[in-house]
């Protein structure tokens, strides 16, 4: 009986675990960005106050950037590397798991890049920036040094995109301009499709698929069937009022960005 009792006593914190791991929970707030990684991390952002939480809601560290300038970009394409980007100021700096900047903060005009409007991560510490002056794509390394440039995209795709976001997933860059489409490039910036979704500021690609919000919807597009689909919400009490501005995806989990407060729940 004591060994059962012990043995019991033992679990339970590994009961306790798995219990909050699986559970629904929430951030309260205003946010005006948010993103995931691959270990289900959330990073939150208001104004240039920047937070991390675990896969479970445990809050795991918080940073002020009040010197780096508005930010318009958090990227966790490499776990708790962030990457954050300001356009006003082009600037860019890598994080570190405590939100803290790692090495020297890069300055894009000085480097030759003085109107980047976007800029995400990819592979291998690439960088990629779409510039405006040029109207083209450009992939570089870890020294800003170019590796790609996709020449002017307005001879490429017969119209000057107005992106909102950019993301690299299986070695393509996905490009979302909420009026004409998603635009999909290889990594060398040479055009293979536009996908037909309009209406999106994000999209999120998971597993074949590209998963975004339009109409208070969630919506997947499968890039093998090139079917589109209405991925019903979480059940919540609440759902019928919630007006959700953006979502992501990560192993099985929703994240889901409202006015007041971020979602988390399974994935039905």
Known sequence: MKHSVLAFALLMPLLASAQSDTAHWSVQGRFDLFTTDDLGNLYTLHGNDLDLYDRTGK???HNSLRTFGAIDRIDAFSSLKPLIFSRAQGQLALLDNTLSTQGTVL???????????????GVQNRFWFFDEREGALVRTDALLRPVANSGRLDQLLGMVPRPSYMEEANDKLYMVDPDNGVFVFDLFGTPL???PITGARHVDVREGAVWYVAGNQLLRYDLLTLATETVPWPATAQDETITVVDARIEHGRLYRLTADRILVDKLR
Do not use: E, F, K, N
């Not at 300055?107 to 991560?121: E, K, Q």
């Open 59 to 61: 809050h795991l560290a």
């Open 107 to 121: 300055d894009l005009p000085s480097a030759g890049y003085p109107a980047v409007g976007m800029a995400c991560m």
């Open 193 to 195: 499709r536009t996908l």
